[in-house]
């Protein structure tokens, strides 16, 4: 079973012993990215479902083999909604841009098997820190010894480490024969893969700026590079402003409404004019940029359905990946009862009403504990609240907080271990998104990540208040320095 879907242990109370040491505490689990049960649209679903069920121009097609781009309603939705919602940008209204998913991790797979070859696509390249599950996938598809960390800083992935690294391969031919001649004139495979979350990266919570954006998309088309966009918390953004400093983190908003979204990747390919030495072979057709979405984060991850947006010719040679065409398109079902809930509006509700209003609450509880019992000890690296007087607004967005030691003899992986055997205290240390293979190139174990979207809200600050005690009481001795954390049981 993977680590990802074992559930979660759970720590009952029990009464003290007959020697008059206190229950164990609670197990508080700020490493889980995952939305919580509350988060869940149950009711919506069900009402989805028993429309799906009993609606007999679509109850058929939703329980059969499907067309191998996806359920046509869902992409139809899709289409529409994100042309309205990335209007600034001219997102055109074309459902042969759309290829249902069976979500952001699996969708990636499809990806490498149709727009890959390991001998002659070079290196996969992750902005580093990284989304640490994804290294398995590339490994999975032929790339393990050959996945490269680029360094990331306050506006993104540093372009110029990138480039650095294409330069080495620039001149290097491929290993050997092609092992997908089969790939033409469908599908093509790429010398190069860069694999980055452009806003509210996990871990780091950084939003890349549409300069570098514009550079990222140039870079690609150069050594052709596509890059995949897991574009799975641009709908996941809040506005953060300085009231949120002494507001009542009890008092939820009503709504909360989108913030102006910035540009895809695949939004600047698209725009970006190309160059006579950009077009490549297919760039044109194929594009350098895809945006991977999830309905993971935004409905259910059981749910497994994701879509991609990318050029006509790529959207259709990815619905030709072999896997999909024996299945009949991933996630039939799922697909079309999502298809039910932004056709009623209920998704957009949900959103707007219960998602956003929630992580926003849950965050400003979290950047308060902070300030409150980690701020001696821990750099928050983004998502704070704006110091000015002035009524300036930032957006902040996704699940997580990226926070840095500020006493250089300290650890994230033994704090890690303290924090689990003194306070029964699951946090993501550093080490943990560092790129498989490629550690020494970028280094985390002054960093650590906790998440705000999974515990209930009243064991946030108790989490925070924990972790505050394990770093206050740092030189005191602990024998678990040297035990196991045993933290991928709480994933």
Same mark, same amino acid.
């Given at each position: 079973?993977?680590?990802?879907?074992?559930?979660?242990?759970?720590?009952?109370?029990?009464?003290?012993?007959?020697?008059?040491?206190?229950?164990?505490?609670?197990?508080?689990?700020?490493?889980?990215?995952?939305?919580?049960?509350?988060?869940?649209?149950?009711?919506?679903?069900?009402?989805?479902?028993?429309?799906?069920?009993?609606?007999?121009?679509?109850?058929?097609?939703?329980?059969?083999?499907?067309?191998?781009?996806?359920?046509?309603?869902?992409?139809?939705?899709?289409?529409?909604?994100?042309?309205?919602?990335?209007?600034?940008?001219?997102?055109?209204?074309?459902?042969?841009?759309?290829?249902?998913?069976?979500?952001?991790?699996?969708?990636?797979?499809?990806?490498?098997?149709?727009?890959?070859?390991?001998?002659?696509?070079?290196?996969?390249?992750?902005?580093?820190?990284?989304?640490?599950?994804?290294?398995?996938?590339?490994?999975?598809?032929?790339?393990?010894?050959?996945?490269?960390?680029?360094?990331?800083?306050?506006?993104?992935? &540093?372009?110029? *480490?990138?480039?650095?690294?294409? #330069?080495?391969?620039?001149?290097? /031919? %491929?290993?050997? +024969?092609? $092992?997908?001649?089969?790939?033409?004139?469908?599908?093509?495979?790429?010398?190069?893969?860069?694999?980055?979350?452009?806003?509210?990266?996990?871990?780091?919570?950084?939003?890349?700026?549409?300069?570098?954006?514009?550079?990222?998309?140039?870079?690609?088309?150069?050594?052709?590079?596509?890059?995949?966009?897991?574009?799975?918390?641009?709908?996941?953004?809040?506005?953060?402003?300085?009231? &949120?400093?002494? *507001?009542?983190?009890?008092?939820? #908003?009503?709504?909360?409404?989108? /913030? %102006?979204?910035? +540009?895809? $990747?695949?939004?600047?390919?698209?725009?970006?004019?190309?160059?006579?030495?950009?077009?490549?072979?297919?760039?044109?057709?194929?594009?350098?940029?895809?945006?991977?979405?999830?309905?993971?984060?935004?409905?259910?991850?059981?749910?497994?359905?994701?879509?991609?947006?990318?050029?006509?010719?790529?959207?259709?040679?990815?619905?030709?990946?072999?896997?999909?065409?024996?299945?009949?398109?991933?996630?039939?079902?799922?697909?079309?009862?999502?298809?039910?809930?932004?056709?009623?509006?209920?998704?957009?509700?949900? $959103?707007?009403?219960?998602?956003?209003?929630?992580?926003?609450?849950?965050?400003?509880?979290?950047?308060?504990?902070?300030?409150?019992?980690?701020?001696?000890?821990?750099?928050?690296?983004?998502?704070?609240?704006?110091?000015?007087?002035?009524?300036?607004?930032?957006?902040?967005?996704?699940?997580?907080?990226?926070?840095?030691?500020?006493?250089?003899?300290?650890?994230?992986?033994?704090?890690?271990?303290?924090?689990?055997?003194?306070?029964?205290?699951?946090?993501?240390?550093?080490?943990?998104?560092?790129?498989?293979?490629?550690?020494?190139?970028?280094?985390?174990?002054?960093?650590?990540?906790?998440?705000?979207?999974?515990?209930?809200?009243?064991?946030?600050?108790?989490?925070?208040?924990?972790?505050?005690?394990?770093?206050?009481?740092?030189?005191?001795?602990?024998?678990?320095?040297?035990?196991?954390?045993?933290?991928?049981?709480?994933?």
């Amino acid at each position: 079973m993977p680590l990802s879907s074992q559930a979660l242990p759970i720590a009952r109370p029990v009464a003290g012993d007959a020697t008059g040491n206190p229950p164990p505490k609670p197990l508080i689990n700020l490493l889980r990215g995952w939305p919580a049960p509350s988060l869940l649209p149950v009711a919506q679903l069900q009402a989805a479902t028993a429309t799906l069920l009993t609606d007999p121009s679509i109850v058929v097609g939703s329980l059969q083999y499907g067309p191998d781009p996806g359920f046509q309603p869902l992409r139809e939705q899709l289409a529409g909604y994100l042309s309205r919602t990335f209007a600034a940008y001219h997102a055109p209204n074309d459902v042969e841009r759309i290829c249902i998913t069976g979500g952001a991790s699996q969708n990636a797979a499809c990806v490498l098997q149709s727009f890959t070859d390991p001998s002659y696509t070079v290196c996969v390249w992750m902005s580093a820190p990284c989304y640490f599950l994804m290294c398995p996938i590339f490994e999975d598809a032929g790339f393990a010894g050959r996945l490269r960390a680029v360094p990331e800083d306050d506006q993104g992935t &540093d372009l110029e *480490a990138l480039e650095r690294g294409f #330069q080495e391969f620039a001149t290097s /031919p %491929p290993s050997g +024969p092609t $092992l997908k001649s089969h790939l033409s004139p469908q599908r093509k495979a790429y010398r190069h893969i860069v694999y980055v979350v452009p806003t509210s990266s996990n871990p780091s919570g950084v939003t890349m700026s549409v300069v570098r954006r514009e550079r990222l998309v140039r870079l690609a088309r150069k050594y052709d590079a596509l890059l995949i966009a897991d574009d799975v918390y641009d709908f996941l953004q809040w506005d953060v402003s300085p009231a &949120d400093v002494d *507001a009542d983190p009890v008092v939820q #908003q009503s709504h909360v409404a989108l /913030p %102006p979204p910035l +540009p895809r $990747l695949v939004d600047v390919d698209r725009m970006l004019p190309r160059d006579d030495d950009e077009s490549g072979e297919g760039g044109d057709r194929f594009g350098n940029a895809i945006s991977n979405g999830s309905f993971s984060k935004i409905v259910a991850p059981g749910l497994r359905t994701g879509w991609v947006e990318a050029t006509p010719a790529f959207a259709y040679g990815l619905a030709q990946t072999g896997s999909t065409k024996s299945g009949g398109a991933p996630s039939q079902f799922s697909a079309a009862t999502i298809s039910v809930l932004m056709r009623t509006g209920e998704l957009d509700r949900s $959103l707007r009403e219960v998602v956003r209003p929630a992580l926003q609450r849950r965050h400003r509880l979290l950047i308060q504990a902070y300030e409150k019992h980690l701020s001696p000890f821990l750099e928050l690296g983004c998502g704070g609240f704006p110091t000015s007087a002035s009524p300036v607004r930032t957006v902040f967005g996704g699940y997580f907080v990226w926070l840095k030691l500020r006493r250089p003899d300290m650890s994230a992986a033994v704090v890690a271990k303290r924090a689990l055997a003194r306070e029964n205290l699951v946090i993501a240390g550093g080490p943990l998104f560092e790129v498989k293979g490629d550690e020494a190139s970028a280094r985390f174990d002054d960093r650590i990540r906790l998440c705000f979207s999974w515990e209930d809200e009243a064991k946030l600050e108790e989490g925070v208040e924990r972790l505050g005690r394990v770093l206050r009481n740092w030189d005191e001795p602990c024998e678990a320095d040297t035990a196991p954390t045993g933290a991928g049981d709480f994933k």
